[in-house]
């Protein structure tokens, strides 16, 4: 499977700012799709992720960002409101436990990520 992002860009600190990620390719299921972000100097870390309608996310990003899924369409996006300088990062997306048939082999695919800069 082939994932690709986009959505990034730079943003004034309280900007809001809109991810997407389609996943493309023979997939007969995803079982999760999430967001991580890296920052220069330091680990990736998630950022949230989506599972059977269920959410996750970081602690930073809590009622600030929205993570939403089109299973049809195998997209997730990430709305990010409010943004803060500490959001700047390259944001990844993951598709987790793809299968391309329904008893075949799970694997995991990233992106190649796109750049989010919030400053002013």
């Known amino acids: 499977a082939q994932v690709v992002e986009s959505g990034g860009d730079l943003v004034q600190p309280g900007g809001s700012l809109r991810l997407s990620c389609a996943v493309s390719?023979?997939?007969?299921?995803?079982?999760?799709m999430g967001w991580y972000r890296q920052a220069p100097g330091k680990h990736r870390e998630l950022v949230a992720k989506?599972?059977?309608?269920?959410?996750n996310y970081a602690d930073s990003v809590k009622g600030r960002f929205t993570i939403s899924r089109d299973n049809a369409e195998n997209a997730v996006f990430l709305q990010m409101n409010s943004l803060k300088p500490e959001d700047t990062a390259i944001y990844y997306c993951?598709?987790?436990?793809?299968?391309?048939?329904?008893?075949?082999?799970?694997?995991?695919?990233w992106g190649q990520g796109t750049q989010v800069t919030v400053s002013s």
């Open positions: 390719g023979t997939i007969f299921s995803i079982h999760a």
């Open positions: 993951n598709a987790d436990q793809i299968r391309m048939t329904p008893l075949g082999p799970e694997y995991d695919a």
């Open positions: 989506i599972s059977n309608g269920t959410t």
